[in-house]
């Protein structure tokens, strides 16, 4: 069947919406939108100068990931967690992260990975100290990536990225949160390298603990 001239092919249709998946996602990252905020057709055909029908495929894919909410004759809208959500979302990050790390003390090798988990904390304290928006949450995926790559769990590779921990992170910002994540990350790194398997467990589950009293505490002082 012929094109229409100009037209662009599906496969500049898929380049144009990954530009767009990943420009939502920087965004997100760097505070320039917020949970519940709309997300116009038009105005991001502009932004990034594509059509329609690569629009509607980011969102396609973004909803997918649980980050953007498509509801019937609504605009898309960067999604928005109630309370129970938020919970059910760290009960399951609870989950596997005590499985990702329990994986990673169990073939921590220091030779193999000292220098590896002693350059993401550090990553993770520079991040905090310039507190450049973004940094931090770069620096927590990078974090993970190692954790993840330590344990080579092939499962937990696929399924630890698609926990919407992103978008709790963004709806709840505090700089109380943030300390609480840092001084966790160094409890579960010191914890792989002790190589033992029940603590690094009770490092994963006492990460998301934290992280569950301090949305409780955002949530009082906010009412």
């Known amino acids: 069947m012929p094109t229409t001239p100009n037209a662009p092919t599906p496969g ?22 917020v949970p519940g905020q709309i997300l116009s057709e038009t105005g991001m ?3 990034y100068g594509v059509g329609r029908n690569a629009v509607r495929e980011a969102m396609q ?25 938020t ?3 760290l009960d399951v990050a609870g989950a596997l992260t005590a499985l990702a790390v329990q994986a990673a003390a169990l073939r921590y090798d220091p ?27 770069r620096a927590r995926r990078h974090f993970y990536r190692v954790l993840l790559r330590i344990g080579g769990n092939r499962e937990l590779q696929r399924l630890f990225p698609a926990i919407s921990m992103h978008i ?12 609480i994540r840092l001084a966790d990350y160094r409890a579960i790194m010191d914890a792989i390298a002790s ?26 002082v906010s009412r």
């Open 12 to 33: 500049e249709t898929e380049v144009a919406s990954q530009r767009i998946y990943r420009g939502i996602m920087r965004d997100l990252e760097e505070g320039r939108l």
């Open 195 to 220: 190589g033992d398997l029940a603590a690094a467990a009770k490092a994963g589950r006492n990460h998301t603990d934290h992280v569950r009293s301090a949305i409780e505490h955002i949530r009082a």
């Open 168 to 179: 709790i992170y963004a709806q709840y910002q505090s700089p109380r949160l943030r300390g």
């Open 87 to 89: 919970l059910e979302i």
């Open 111 to 137: 030779v193999a990975h000292g220098a590896q988990i002693a350059g993401a904390l550090d990553t993770l304290t520079k991040a905090d100290a310039e507190d450049e928006p973004g940094a931090f949450s």
């Open 45 to 47: 055909a502009g932004q």
């Open 61 to 85: 894919h973004l909803a997918a990931r649980g980050v953007v909410d498509l509801s019937r004759n609504r605009s898309p809208t960067i999604r928005r967690l109630d309370h129970a959500e």
